[in-house]
């Protein structure tokens, strides 16, 4: 089989619709053409939607496990816990309190929390 490609002086440095490959295995232009199409028609497609739910218990899970780690040390250093929420202490310790209600804890979690980063504020 011989391939061969003929480019139309025109088409020279222009785009490569202008080059025809012709060959008796090669694929016809329509179904490169079909095949372009749907490859770009998938790259525009908007992302897909993040679970927040499942992102939001991954962010609390976080969340609770930062703070019963520094909790035995009185919280967490300001410096820490903005390089991983970052956010502020006082900012975190709303968050937790938050999360806290809305997951629950056990009472010896409780007593922790509220010995290192202060009772939970009142509604």
Known sequence: MSEYVQVSREGIGRN???????????VSCE????????QRYRSVQ????H???RDSDKYAARLLQFAQTW???GGA???ETFVLFGISNE???KRLWQVVSKVGCDPEAM???????GPPPRR
């Open 31 to 38: 179904e490169q053409i079909r095949r372009y199409r749907a």
């Open 16 to 26: 490569h619709a202008a080059a025809t490959t012709k060959s008796a295995s090669s």
């Open 111 to 117: 007593r922790l929390f509220t010995q290192a980063f």
């Open 91 to 93: 900012r975190f310790v």
């Open 46 to 49: 908007p992302p897909r939607v």
């Open 77 to 79: 250093p300001e410096e």
């Open 71 to 73: 909790a035995p040390f």
């Open 51 to 53: 679970d927040t739910h």
